[in-house]
């Protein structure tokens, strides 16, 4: 078999690439904007407004289309797996791919989220210096997972060509330039929310640093952390492309063996492994709900 060629890989995404680069373009302009827009508070329609009929319709028409997307897979997943003894026996057999996936999932989130927070402040910044920001910040956003993936490959037998062994943080590296991207908009977006007023306040009464930022920033920035937060685990999760090129051997993700299971036609153990992909992501979603209203409440105490 022979090793993907980096170059031939990059003239057959080009396409794809340079239309996903002009599109990050054209919506750098109207992001950087809003940067520079003060926020003064959420839109409200006034009161005793309402929607007009087929707006509501369309509204009910696309909630009805989501729910039906979301519950007849998940239904349909629990039928196939059976029993709650085959979820469990299906999860003993996968114990080590799912123990790998959640350890790989968590670091990307911790390493993630303070690496999104530095550069959220960044694009806050104005003139050449913050498009150059934005640019680096967007540029992995247009690469495939398979050309990133390949790209790291690449990266990590030039490091062993100098003497530096980069293929056990591999995937951790490929998950973070997939993912970091989203997680800094997600920040940048809480960024935005946070009261100006309120923040210039911090700084004339706060007694240090490290004060302003548990009790004020803290609360204000905690939804949007907890967001960039379990989308990092959770994208990790259920990544494939760039991981299955740059895993080693033995270290398997969950998601590599669902792909494998796939071509043996093991659909009843394919479903339970299903059904625990998304029993983790539902629960993170409800604790990272309850924890941002904690944080909200805490804030406006």
């Known amino acids: ?22 599109l990050l373009a054209g919506g750098i302009s109207p992001l950087r904007h809003a940067a520079a827009t003060p926020w003064r508070g959420g839109w409200r329609l006034p009161r005793g ?44 057999t996968a114990q080590h791919e799912v123990g790998y996936s959640l350890v790989l999932a968590a670091a990307v989130a911790l390493i993630g989220v303070p ?6 402040a960044r694009l806050e910044r104005t003139g050449l210096v913050g498009l150059c920001w934005w640019g680096m910040t967007l540029i992995p956003l247009a690469l495939p997972a398979s050309l990133l993936g390949i ?10 060509d100098m003497g530096v062994n980069l293929a056990p943080l591999a995937p951790l590296l490929a998950n973070l330039a997939r993912f970091l991207p989203i997680a800094t908009l997600i920040l940048f977006a809480q960024r935005l929310r946070c009261d100006r007023d309120l923040l210039e306040a911090m700084h004339c009464y706060q007694r240090n ?11 204000l920035l905690a939804p949007g952390v907890l967001l960039a937060a379990t989308l990092l685990f959770t994208l990790t999760l259920s990544e494939l492309g760039a991981t299955l090129l740059v895993a080693e051997p033995g270290a398997a993700t969950l998601m590599m063996r669902l792909y494998n299971l796939l071509h043996y036609g093991a659909s009843r153990e394919v479903a339970a492994l299903c059904v625990t992909l998304m029993g983790i992501t539902l629960g993170l979603g409800v604790l990272a709900t309850a924890g941002a209203r904690c944080w909200r409440q805490r804030g406006h105490r």
């Open 1 to 22: 078999m022979t090793r993907p060629s980096a170059f031939a890989a990059l003239l057959t995404a080009l396409p794809l690439l340079l239309v996903v680069t002009l």
């Open 49 to 92: 407004t309402a929607w007009p009929s087929w707006l509501s319709l369309v509204q009910y028409v696309a909630v009805g289309l989501l729910l039906i997307q979301a519950v007849i897979p998940a239904a349909m997943m629990c039928w196939m797996t059976g029993s709650p003894a085959r979820l469990l026996q299906s999860l003993r």
């Open 115 to 120: 690496l999104a927070l530095a550069l959220s």
């Open 151 to 160: 790209g790291m490959a690449r990266l990590v037998n030039l490091g062993l």
């Open 209 to 219: 640093r490290w004060q302003g930022a548990w009790r004020v920033q803290g609360p």
